[in-house]
């Protein structure tokens, strides 16, 4: 993948009615090789996880041996579509993208 953001696992510090929803930040750059590009050219990226979802998620995150994993990543060569790439299958997780979460974060209010 072109791009990658990795987070901290925070399973055991997170439990059920801690939140509504998880967003997650990233920037990554636009940057091309036939082009000279300075480093004012970061685009965002944004994911976005209900709590049960976040909470399933992150108890996934484990390591080929099946311990907890200490990271979590996406890594993606569009911002449309991004993967979890620390696990074995590495899941499609773009439905988990601000974007598409919108409705979702509507009906809940």
Not at 60 to 84: L, Q
Request: neutral net charge.
């Amino acid at each position: 993948y072109a791009h990658y953001l990795w987070f901290n696992n925070f399973e055991g510090r997170c439990k059920e009615g801690d939140a509504d929803f998880y967003i997650f930040f990233g920037l990554y750059s636009q940057y091309s090789p036939r082009k000279n590009i300075d480093s004012g050219h970061y685009e965002p990226v944004f994911l976005c996880f209900k709590e049960r979802e976040m909470l399933r998620f992150l108890a996934g995150a484990r390591t080929k041996k099946g311990k907890r994993d200490s990271f979590f990543s996406f890594g993606f060569d569009s911002p449309e579509i991004i993967y979890e790439t620390r696990r074995e299958e590495k899941p499609n997780v773009s439905e988990f993208l601000l974007e598409r979460q919108i409705n979702k974060i509507i009906a809940f209010f």
